[in-house]
């Protein structure tokens, strides 16, 4: 049950950023800042790497190392960097409503399939999943 709610929600956020574009892109056009472009790009460059990098990095370290619910924990750890990829979407966005700049659309697909690739698949779920309680871990023999 919990990761088919992970799946569920993973597919939540990877429609909101869309969503939201829809919307920036019909929010006063006339009103939109082309001076901005250039900073609002890479600050959304940037917000979305760093994002991206802490998806990646942060969630493992999250936790119990060892539990006796599993899957609440790889739960939690996929809820995180599913959070944070959402966030990295998100800033390409917001910066598109404000300045327009079709670079933005980039920086944002590539978030989308950053996204794709954070899905909660068997292999990602196994590998966030903290070790057993009770169970001793296993050691390679020096």
Request: glycine share 4%; net charge positive; hydrophobic share 60%.
């Amino acid at each position: 049950m919990t990761r088919r709610t992970a799946k569920l929600v993973w597919a939540a956020m990877l429609v909101v950023p869309f969503a939201f574009l829809a919307v920036a892109s019909r929010v006063a056009p006339d009103l939109a800042a082309p001076g901005l472009a250039e900073p609002l790009f890479w600050l959304a460059a940037l917000a979305s790497a760093g994002n991206l990098v802490l998806a990646r990095l942060l969630p493992p370290r999250l936790g119990a190392a060892r539990a006796h619910d599993r899957d609440a924990v790889a739960f939690q750890r996929v809820l995180v960097s599913l959070a944070l990829c959402e966030a990295a979407a998100l800033a390409p966005v917001v910066a598109y409503m404000l300045a327009r700049d079709a670079r933005l659309l980039g920086v944002l697909a590539a978030d989308a399939l950053a996204l794709l690739a954070f899905f909660p698949s068997d292999r990602r779920w196994e590998a966030l999943r903290p070790e057993a309680e009770g169970v001793p871990r296993w050691r390679e023999a020096p």
